[in-house]
């Protein structure tokens, strides 16, 4: 079923760069991809738009006070690191304000007209918490204000149930800690294990009174196609079917891509293409009402490959169909989810 895509992509992206160009979170990540979605065949229902402004409003809905003003200052004083990953310029406060303003709206927006979105911003959001630096992560991670907590925000404060899928290969730690105790938003993580940013124990499972609306899943390295798609089908689905969300966005992070120059996950263009094409039957079902996908990271060619895919799967033009045997991950990780999954779903994996 033919679908359009409303996209942001928005220039002022480019005022947020390392200007020795060597960081791997730099600007030609976000055009490259672009460009490579304008040369597809996705690129007839596709529909562009540029950003909101940036709304301290909606700031103040997904970050501490505290946090804001430490960014603004930080920005105030021009380019440099405020970690050993994260960096700013003068500019960023500016254009990070309108991405997390623009994703708030976009869920908004895709509730009004029935039509998904996708937000590609920079710099990226999902290891940003509430006062930033979350769960005891060394560092920010690249990220600045978290745009995927903002379109999940828009749906919570529209009535909505809402479903995060987050399938960076980097632990969505800064979302989780934002939603940590927030019963109605389920958020699934599946990640590499025992790399950056040292969080998403599958034993992780959400605070005081959301207890088991966070289902943590790390991978171990060199995971797949195969397991990804096992899990798809044997944890993801009937985890939406038992919740039954009314919103979704998915945190799209393509370094889970095989070949990704900072992972060790190998899934592929198939991976991504059927989680989108899943998400869809959902919308054309009537139950997703508001559907946001906002991207993360990506730093090789599998960003251009597995978004491609992924968008082309979302408006309708072509769906790629798996040819392998589907298996769970090695290791204890599906051992662990089954308890995880019983005691809080009722839902039996083994």
């Not at 918490?129 to 745009?147: E, Q, V, Y």
């Not at 958020?187 to 025992?194: A, F, N, P, R």
């Not at 939406?240 to 393509?254: C, D, H, T």
């Not at 298996?327 to 839902?347: F, I, Q, T």
Request: with cysteine; aromatic share 10%.
């Amino acid at each position: 079923m033919f679908c359009v895509l409303n996209l942001v992509y928005d220039e002022v992206h480019r005022l947020h760069s390392d200007p020795s160009g060597r960081h791997p979170e730099h600007p030609r990540r976000v055009d490259d991809a672009f460009n490579v979605l304008k040369a597809s065949e996705a690129w007839s229902g596709i529909r562009v738009h540029g950003t909101f402004e940036g709304e301290f409003e909606k700031l103040k809905l997904i970050h501490s006070k505290h946090y804001i003003s430490l960014i603004e200052e930080e920005c105030g004083r021009g380019f440099h690191y405020i970690d050993s990953d994260t960096y700013v310029t003068g500019k960023t406060f500016q254009v990070a304000s309108r991405f997390i303003s623009t994703s708030y709206y976009a869920s908004i927006k895709s509730l009004e007209s029935g039509e998904p979105w996708l937000i590609m911003p920079r710099p990226p959001g999902h290891h940003a918490g509430r006062d930033g630096w979350a769960m005891g992560a060394p560092t920010l991670g690249f990220c600045i204000f978290n745009n995927s907590a903002a379109a999940a925000q828009a749906m919570l404060d529209s009535g909505l149930r809402v479903f995060i899928l987050d399938f960076d290969a980097h632990h969505g730690n800064g979302t989780q800690d934002i939603f940590w105790r927030e019963p109605k938003v389920l958020h699934v993580d599946l990640h590499q294990e025992g790399i950056y940013p040292g969080t998403g124990s599958v034993w992780d499972v959400g605070g005081i009174g959301a207890e088991g609306s966070k289902i943590n899943i790390p991978l171990p390295a060199f995971t797949g196609d195969p397991e990804y798609l096992w899990l798809l089908d044997n944890v993801v689905k009937p985890l939406i079917e038992v919740f039954k969300p009314e919103g979704v966005v998915v945190s799209a992070g393509f370094d889970s891509h095989a070949g990704d120059p900072l992972t060790m996950l190998e899934a592929t263009e198939v991976t991504y293409s059927t989680i989108a094409s899943m998400i869809m039957g959902l919308m054309h079902s009537g139950m997703v009402k508001s559907f946001v996908t906002v991207l993360e990271g990506g730093y090789g060619e599998g960003l251009n490959m597995g978004l491609k895919a992924y968008v082309e799967s979302i408006v309708g033009i072509k769906v790629l169909k798996p040819e392998v045997n589907l298996k769970p991950p090695r290791g204890r990780v599906v051992e662990d989810l089954n308890r995880v999954l019983r005691d809080y779903w009722g839902l039996s994996i083994l």
